[in-house]
């Protein structure tokens, strides 16, 4: 257990599958941490190529698998549902003893499937609070995980929580980051209102200013703030909310009900209920301006 | 004329009725840029004693009334309702010659009253796109309106808008604002879409993130970018929405008809329409980003 210990705080070779701004920074922030050899893979030999040329890299073999057999520690860094089939693909290729994760927003479809492959004491997945709207390699930075949160979520019946604990450390001392271990459905259940939903809010005012803007409109600060999330890669994001959608659809629903309760109050020309429906919300945000 | 135009770019006496952080910003820029004479008045004495000791305003008289006798120019920068009642009260004490406009975001009520009291001629409406979710003298700057857009909005059938031109030569001359002179419906029309619809977006998501954020979770800066309109005075935009309500029911009901059709694709499974809905606000929000 101790050298399991030691091999995944610190990994001989960190193996990366995808190269775009999550997985280019992994490997970047490795790399400067002087972990021995990070091996990455991307589908796309430009990127391949550029994290290669820019040192994030040590080697970019052509294929996944070899990726896989090289890796001490594996991390999952492409879209949700490729990483669901990278898992299928990879584990056969598994060293002995190596440790496996992944950097999606949503997580029990993953650790499910890790435990239907029988990687459950191999396998936890992760979610670093760490991103950006920018896409692909040259949106990588080498700090993107320095401070910030990361969700581990053990997979189910995991002999308390050992390869949960060992990538946590991972985080912790090579990334920078502060892992926060969390059973996967309380993950995607915190993640539906603290992240997914603000994105398809975003998303449906964007949608309604694209077609309700008037030409020539100066808009506002507000409106820029309030649709920023909106900008976010559509097919990333379709992958995310649909692997969540037992989550999302109530909690559209609840929208759509305080949605009703305001549009009723306007209708009814009634200012104490329009007063009252923004104040729960402006106390809330107060709150929050405080902590943040 | 021309002793018309040069009162009216530059007022002798400048006359204030509320002096938050519009009226305040207002007072503290016009002093700076040389105005000979600037009067306030606050229903608050506390406000009214901060503006005089920071030189905001040479006199802070204890009747409103006082102040539109004193004025060449008077600006209404109370709350919106407030600012109805005002018009009303102040019209019978104003200067001949002298002119009027207010502040607010809402302008067709306004307009129309200053139209029904005979004030055609003479008022214009104002709505600056600058603000800050602080309220009162404390929060006023003077600079809130260098380089902002100023909508200025004449009354119907004022002779070629001669107090919308003076109005509008007064926010770009002494305030260095950048005055557009704008139909009030068309300005109503305008702003539910660019800011009074953002701001109940704001205000919806802040209320479901202050019935279903888990106890500890940790918001990203999506979520915080998206509910800061929502810290705006629920007080005032009551008045703002319900003003404008007719224009905002209809918006109201295109966001719900929008959010069912993100929510029919996420029951569906439907992952082209999920991304399709995505894409339309990406591309939007990805277009105004090279803009702003």
């Known amino acids: 257990m101790a050298a399991c210990t030691f091999q995944a705080v610190r990994p001989h070779?960190?193996?990366l599958i995808g190269l775009g701004a999550i997985g280019g920074s992994v490997a970047r922030q490795a790399k400067l941490a002087g972990i021995a050899t990070v091996?990455?893979?991307?589908p796309e030999p430009a990127e391949r190529a550029a994290a290669a040329q820019q040192g994030a890299v040590d080697d970019t073999p052509p294929r996944a698998a070899d990726v896989a057999r090289a890796a001490d520690l594996l991390v999952l860094a492409a879209p949700p549902a490729a990483n669901l089939s990278q898992l299928d693909a990879l584990a056969p290729h598994l060293r002995p003893g190596?440790?496996?994760t992944d950097v999606g927003s949503v997580?029990?479809?993953i650790v499910a499937r890790a435990e239907?492959?029988?990687l459950g004491a191999r396998f936890a997945g992760s979610?670093?609070?760490?991103?950006?709207h920018r896409r692909g390699f040259e949106a990588s930075r080498a700090d993107l995980f320095r401070g910030a949160v990361v969700y581990v979520t053990p997979c189910a019946g995991a002999e308390s929580g050992g390869a949960a604990r060992?990538?946590?450390?991972f985080w912790e001392a090579v990334l920078e980051a502060q892992p926060v271990i969390l059973d996967a459905a309380r993950h995607d259940t915190q993640l539906a209102a603290t992240s997914h939903v603000p994105q398809l809010v975003a998303s449906l005012l964007a949608n309604f200013l694209a077609r309700h803007t008037p030409a020539g409109a100066s808009l506002g600060p507000g409106a820029i703030d309030t649709t920023r999330l909106a900008a976010s890669d559509p097919a990333l994001w379709t992958e995310?909310?649909?692997?969540?959608?037992?989550?999302l659809l109530p909690a559209l629903r609840a929208l759509e009900e305080s949605l009703g309760t305001a549009e009723r109050a306007l209708e009814m020309g009634d200012a104490g209920a329009l007063t009252a429906w923004l104040a729960r919300g402006a106390e809330w945000r107060r709150r929050v301006e405080g902590r943040a």
Do not use: F, Y
Request: avoid cysteine; hydrophobic fraction near 50%; charged fraction near 20%.
């Open 127 to 132: 979610h670093p609070l760490a991103g950006t």
């Open 39 to 42: 091996v990455g893979w991307s």
């Open 166 to 169: 060992e990538i946590a450390h």
């Open 116 to 118: 239907a492959l029988g």
């Open 107 to 109: 997580k029990r479809a």
């Open 13 to 15: 070779t960190l193996g």
């Open 98 to 100: 190596a440790l496996m």
């Open 240 to 247: 995310i909310l649909l692997m969540n959608r037992d989550e």
